[in-house]
């Protein structure tokens, strides 16, 4: 077969800079799937110097993995005989974790298998570890136990409760001063609020004229400031327990009847309080907690309130208490001045889950849908519509670092139940988001076919087909290349083929290199083919994708 040379006249290819066109897409391009016959556990990932540290399992066992996204490698940091559970907590330059059953030891890693090891001494409860300002706590071991147990890296603390320690309302300044609730008796719901202050101790709640309650996880801790939500028969409020000074009631001092959720948010702190006329209302608090700069009207006072942030708006969601029929909830989005922002939140809307990153953040809303759960994962908290909407199952986390400008999404596939992480980005990789058929409507009956394959090795590759004429005559190419995520461009040989007559069995075709072609994708249905043939012809195409609605899954321009 004579050499062919590719022409202007026969391709009708037009001469595209490839860096010059670039779409805005979302996308979730493959990265990390379980090596070895692994399963990736469905375990919260942690983001962690330039490395992603997940768990998998084989054979009733877990792995500890980390993948260096610089040169993109796999690294097992240790394997465990016990399931490792809860999230992953970073102090200074490592990160530390536990195992399941108790006595749990806890665990550090620098993200080498040298620096992998087991922190001596610090053996915990079954139930997950909690973190605050640097300080990792927990409770400890047996049935009913009133030990809370801190560490800062290098100490560990013990401290003793007059009954069970209530560790999601914990406070900690630091390791020699922290703020334990706990329960007076084991059966009651009334609570001590006790704190440990270099080997002294304050009972906050002996000095009511009332028992109190409050809510796990009703404690937060700004400003080196301590607060805790306490409420009782004739009190409901925000105990505010400074670093130095003496604790003081929150509402009690603004005036209002009752407080009881609070956040921060651009520089200033907003609650939900009440007034004498039993008016419920998000308050907006000055930076030092002594004026009340602005305020606005939400929910009603028998309703459940609480406030979440975003980059860019102050979140408040409502719901009906118990025994409401039908049981209503809403969502309402504020600016820092609590103007009410149109068009986001409304009735039986959720508050979206929000992960931080370096430029801004990532959303995941979710909606009900009759019987379908649906989730749309979006870089634009205004904008559901432009995310990519996935079954509610489907993902298990979404992977950020207010370091890092990059997200990634540990997914579920529903029909293998195999879960891989995946990033989020704004141009598709190549590998099953490019499979399909490919034309440029300019040109008719010509155009270019992908098939993705999967080898018994475990390893994926590219079957492109190109379909053209040459001087009135079918032309056929062809070429494989292997898929290693990320991969972004796809170097491919093709071949152009010829000999054969129709269903001819046994013969092989004829084949001769025709030219090396590079394919990479600019938009969701957009890609882009250069070629540089054997004579040394250089040419570029843009080609669309044929109509697949299933892409945009996976992938939105």
Known sequence: MNRITLKYRILCLILFILSAFVANALTLNPLIEAPDGHRIVNQEPLLFDEKIIFVTEKDRKHSLWAYDLDNNSYLELESFENYIVGKF???????????RYEP?????????VSGTQSVTGLLVGRTYLHQQNNILYNKGTGFGTRLMIFFNGSTIKYYESPSIPLDQSVCAFNINDVVIPSLQTPSSNTINLIRFKNGSQTNYTSTLTQAVETNQGYSWFFDNTCFVYLYGQDLEDILVIPAQGEPYFLGEQLGYESVSYLTKFKDHYYAVASDEQYNSKIIKLSSDLTTVENNTTFGHIYDIMTLSVSDQYLIGHVRSGGGVSPPYWHTNFFDNDL???????????????I????????????DYSGQVDLQTLTLDITNQSSGLIFNRSEINDVITNKSSIDAYVLLQDLQSNQSSIQKLDSIPDMGSLSVGNWFDPDYQSQGMSIVEGLRDDGTRYLFVTLYLF????????????????????LDIELGAYNGLGLWQADTPA???????MTLSMSGCHQMMVNFVTVDGQ???????????NDINLKCKD
């Open 89 to 99: 907590y970073v102090i200074n330059n490592h990160f530390y974790f536990k195992e």
């Open 104 to 112: 749990s030891q806890v665990w550090k890693s620098d993200g080498t």
């Open 339 to 353: 103007n009410e922002v149109p068009d986001l939140g409304g009735p039986m809307t959720y508050v979206p889950e």
């Open 355 to 366: 992960k931080a990153k370096y430029d801004g953040e990532v959303v995941v809303y979710t």
């Open 470 to 489: 040459q001087d009135g005559q079918p032309l056929w190419l062809a070429g494989t290349s292997n898929i290693n995520y990320p991969q972004p461009t």
């Open 510 to 516: 004829n084949v001769e290199k025709f030219a090396d």
């Open 538 to 548: 250089t040419f570029s195409l843009e080609l669309q994708r044929m109509v697949n």
